[in-house]
């Protein structure tokens, strides 16, 4: 399988802990997105790397959040001190250099958090 | 801000038949993408069909199509002889075509669950 990978698929963790989540893009795409979808609602951005470089960020990653994606492969998302409301799916998408037109974006199977 | 509005929230079709799923956007931009994604049940959301702002002929892909209205600001699916693998979550995306600040990302609609009934 050469699609977007995410590990873990599910994590259920205690207020106030933290966790990591890693997304595999597809091989040699070069732009990378993270988005966070609440039950009933769109997906929403959080952030955007091309390469390694982390170029845009949303006002809905606080500083309880943080990505990184080391020699533009991976990526991960931290969250820190985890509360309730951070309960989502958090899904990856990957996307090609230039293709002639929008940039389609491939998404990953998410990863569902539960904050207990 | 753009702004993405899916007024369906559900909507439900009986096999064979034709659904349109309805879209409307706000923007201020003159150039660009409108896409459709389906989401099937605890399964990834994979890319449905692709639209260009600046192409006045509407983007059809096999049994999906759209009716892309500029000036109304309206960006509808059109779902012909309904499968029951159509069932999903669609979520209709806007995507920027011009430089800068926040053109890489999409924004999503609340999205339509569409069921397909045998």
């Known amino acids: 399988d050469t699609g977007v990978s995410q590990n873990p698929r599910h994590k259920i963790t205690k207020r106030g802990q933290n966790v990591t989540f890693r997304c595999d893009p597809i091989?040699?795409?070069?732009?990378l997105y993270w988005y966070r979808q609440t039950l009933g609602q769109g997906p929403e951005f959080l952030t955007y790397f091309q390469n390694e470089a982390q170029l845009e960020k949303s006002r809905l990653l606080s500083d309880r959040f943080s990505a990184e994606r080391p020699k533009g492969s991976f990526s991960t998302l931290e969250i820190q001190r985890t509360e309730q409301g951070d309960s989502a799916m958090y899904l990856c998408?990957?996307?090609?250099?230039?293709?002639?037109?929008?940039?389609?974006?491939?998404f990953g199977p998410g990863t569902r958090l539960t904050v207990t | 801000a753009q702004t993405v509005t899916q007024s369906q929230p559900e909507m439900s079709v009986q096999e064979a038949e034709t659904v349109t799923l309805s879209c409307t956007y706000d923007?201020?931009?003159?150039?660009?993408?409108l896409f459709w994604y389906k989401q099937p049940p605890s399964r990834q959301m994979i890319l449905v069909i692709r639209q260009e702002a600046y192409k006045q002929q509407n983007a059809t892909e096999n049994r999906f199509s759209v009716n892309f209205q500029k000036a109304a600001k309206s960006f509808s699916l059109k779902i012909s002889d309904s499968q029951l693998g159509d069932a999903a979550m669609y979520f209709c995306a806007y995507r920027s075509a011009e430089s800068g600040a926040g053109s890489y990302q999409l924004t999503f609609g609340k999205g339509t669950k569409l069921s397909v009934i045998p």
């Open positions: 998408a990957s996307s090609p250099r230039w293709t002639g037109g929008g940039f389609e974006q491939y």
């Open positions: 091989s040699e795409h070069n732009r």
């Open positions: 923007t201020s931009e003159s150039d660009y993408y």
